[in-house]
């Protein structure tokens, strides 16, 4: 008997009971996947929530000076009438240089993947706060030198206590900026350029420092063994990755479902471009045991497409 | 009868087939068996023919099967399959084929299923697993290979 009766036999013999099929349309109808989707909402919340905590322990460490200092503060800020017009002018200045770092930060993250948006804007927030209360106190330790000639006891313990708190908050940011929990989670790794990713990817494929009118921003090798290339030309960005590979695969990230898909022949590769009506978003394609993707933002007419491609091959 | 309970009547062993030889486990293929209805049910409208439809459970089996690999805990579970494996094998007669099936790589396994089984050709493979048509024919036949290999020639593949 040839091979595939024997497995076509074997298979026909696995089959749903009725009471199984009734089950799972009786499911079906219930929707029960709302449940699992609230267990798997929950289970990640959790984590994060570990996460978060694990992380606030590490970069700001309870120790009792801290508190005794921070009443400290309290009382000699509450006891202290002499906080100036021009103190307040000074922290609404930091506060809008602040507010105009976090602009520009957000800018340039956008440039940025998703995920690395997220890790981005967590280290940003942290070390602002950091040091928004650090300049702060610099502003009040600054203040009590100028408006007190004869500084009293409550004063100078305000002023020990100032001098306390900054230490722990510069030793808070040298931590945020070694951040070695968080550098660990990240599954990327940056380089300055193309020959600095080159080096460090065992990949012997294409990887141009411009495509067409295309300039190359961001060097990245993810999970050790995928290149990652963006580019922008001012209107559009697009992503270019390579990994090897002993089987062809779409490692372009991009589950979108598009009405179009085509395949082309590019340099006699066969490449697979993915969009909707006229414009591509994605082209996949395999040569040489390494698998490539190319993913534009705004998408390309079919001939843009195909040149980008032709550049790379 | 209902539009869904005639689907799962009809398409409900399929479904389970195919999640079986990609997971090779019974307990994990009823949930997902499980899902892809759900998803269905949550669809209907959206599927135009029953051509569609077909390809559309194939295709949703697949990820769905994709995505319950990838979970961490199934990754780390792996002697408890391989006894649920055994246990699911013991129970039908003569599986010596399809336990050679199950046995190779769910990249070589998932193909020889839809071209041996469900008869589908190369291009609709290639559409449904969204690999190229050259990439099926050349899975097709170092799966093949692999089989002859293990079953030592006793049987002719055709």
Known sequence: MILSDKY??????????????????????????????????????????????????????????????????????EKSSEIT???????????????????????????????????????????????????????????????TENPTQVDKLYMTSLNEDNEV????????????????????????????????????????????????????????????IQYSNGSDNILYRLEKGEVAEDISGDYNNYENIQKLIVNSTEVTIKGNEDTYKVAIWYKNGVNYSLSSEQGLKIEDIQNLINELM | MDKLTEVVNKYGNMVYRLAISYLKNTHDAQDIVQEVFIKYYNNEGKIQSEEHLKSWLLRVTINLCKNKLMLFWHKNVCSIDEIKEQAYSDSYEDNTVLEAVLALPVKYRVPIHLYYYENYKTPEIAKILGKGESTVRSLLSRGREKLKVVLKEEYDFE
């Open chain 1, 8 to 77: 076509k036999k074997a298979m026909d013999s696995i089959s749903l009971t009725e009471e199984q099929k009734q089950k799972i349309i009786q499911n079906a109808k219930k929707k029960k996947f709302d449940y699992r989707v609230i267990v798997n909402i929950a289970a990640c919340l959790v984590v994060i929530a570990v996460v978060y905590g694990a992380l606030q322990n590490k970069i700001e460490p309870d120790s009792p000076n801290k508190y005794s200092t921070d009443s400290v503060v309290v009382e000699t800020t």
């Open chain 1, 85 to 147: 017009t021009e103190k307040e002018e000074s922290t609404q200045a930091i506060e809008s240089t602040t507010e105009i770092t976090t602009i520009k930060s957000v800018e340039k993250n956008t440039e940025m993947t998703t995920a690395r948006k997220i890790y981005e804007k967590n280290a940003v927030e942290k070390r602002e706060k950091s040091s928004t209360t650090l300049t702060d106190n610099k502003i009040k330790k600054k203040d009590v030198e100028t408006t």
């Open chain 1, 169 to 228: 908050l510069e030793q808070g940011i040298d931590s945020i900026e070694g951040e070695p929990m968080l550098k660990t989670a990240s599954p990327y790794v940056d380089y300055n350029s193309v020959d600095e990713l080159k080096e460090n990817v065992n990949i012997n494929a294409k990887m141009p420092d411009k495509i067409k009118n295309y300039k190359s921003y961001s060097y990245s090798v993810a999970f050790s063994n995928m290149a990652e």
